[in-house]
């Protein structure tokens, strides 16, 4: 089991307690790409394996990743370590990561591209990250909640369509269009992602969250057609497997609309972005969220004053401290670290 740094750790899960509405011992906080380039070790693992991609699909290389920030810092959760295109890769399209520009994925922009795919489940893929699930649960002390997670539809799909690009041009207009292969490929994402974290719930995820990052790109009907219903499906067809397993959906950049992310039935918690208030949100949500990750590169002092600002503006009973994004490369792990103190003292 993993010794946590300093402060002394609860005896029970914090993360899962404000998840399921128990009272919890302490404000739980984890961060989006909390293992990552910024930390030496990663880097030195990362060096060892290769490629990202051999990375991902190394379980043993995977689980050790996973769990490396919890070795430093007092946090309340594991976050799986893979990527969000884990999901198309497997599906059958090719996909490598080009060093400093990104992916570069085979591209779906016709219903014969997206009938040539495969289910996801049973692919090598989807059974290795599967295999780093349950190396990095074994790891974990009980207080030390495991998450899982997949890529949201539009989000996935905007890849897909853009062949890895960040542009999400391409799919914006076959969204406006109504294109009927988007929206084929819309249904399809999620029917696999469901598959996908049950895959993970039964090798020892104990949340799950849905990332959908571009969820701003969309507007009106785009919105409720492309984001919001496929989020509400997922955590529908997730919890009809799986009904004890908690769901969080982050739904980044969606502004007001987040009132409507946290109505969608079923969902446990809702990831809030950095330029959104958590106190604008209904006092029965549960919020996850939302430092904002370029503070870190202020300095600790300016992360301690955002900190208590943020931990003042919402119950800790229904927050998860988190980042209103990932870790940004060149962050200092002390200021991390500092970070975790700060939230501490808040409820200390």
């Not at 030390?144 to 989000?155: S, V, Y």
């Not at 208030?277 to 301690?304: C, I, R, Y």
Request: charged content about 20%.
């Amino acid at each position: 089991m993993i010794e946590t740094g300093k402060g002394a750790p609860a005896s029970r899960s914090a993360l899962l307690d404000v998840l399921t509405r128990k009272p919890a011992e302490r404000r739980p906080i984890w961060f989006m790409r909390q293992a990552g380039r910024y930390l030496p070790e990663y880097r030195a693992v990362r060096e060892k394996a290769g490629s990202f991609l051999d990375l991902c699909y190394n379980p043993e290389l995977a689980a050790e990743v996973t769990v490396q920030p919890l070795r430093r810092y007092d946090l309340d959760a594991a976050i799986l370590f893979a990527d969000i295109l884990v999901v198309p890769h497997a599906m059958g399209l090719p996909l490598r990561f080009a060093e400093g520009e990104g992916p570069v994925l085979g591209s779906v922009r016709s219903m014969e591209d997206l009938e040539a795919l495969r289910p996801v489940v049973g692919t090598h893929e989807v059974t290795q990250v599967c295999r780093t699930v349950g190396l990095t649960r074994a790891q974990l002390s009980p207080h030390q909640a495991l998450i899982g997670f997949c890529g949201a539809p539009w989000t996935v799909a905007s890849y897909m369509v853009g062949g890895g690009s960040s542009d999400r041009v391409l799919a914006k207009v076959a969204a406006y269009q109504r294109q009927p292969w988007f929206g084929a490929l819309i249904d399809r994402l999620v029917r696999e992602s469901i598959d996908y974290l049950s895959a993970q719930a039964d090798a020892g995820a104990q949340v799950v969250q849905i990332f959908d990052s571009w969820a701003g790109d969309l507007i009106g009907t785009e919105l409720v057609d492309f984001v919001l219903k496929p989020l509400a499906a997922i955590v529908a067809g997730v919890r009809a497997r799986h009904p004890n397993l908690p769901v969080i959906v982050f739904a980044r950049g969606v502004g007001m609309a987040q009132r409507r992310v946290a109505g969608i039935p079923g969902a446990n918690a809702i990831g809030v972005e950095t330029e959104f208030e958590l106190s604008d949100l209904p006092k029965d949500v549960v919020v996850q969220g939302n430092l904002d990750p370029v503070s870190l590169l202020a300095g600790a002092e300016v992360v301690a004053s955002e900190v208590k600002r943020i931990c003042a503006s919402v119950d800790r009973q229904r927050h998860i401290f988190n980042l209103g994004h990932g870790i940004r490369l060149g962050t200092d792990p002390t200021v991390v670290g500092a970070v975790v103190d700060a939230v501490r003292r808040c409820d200390g």
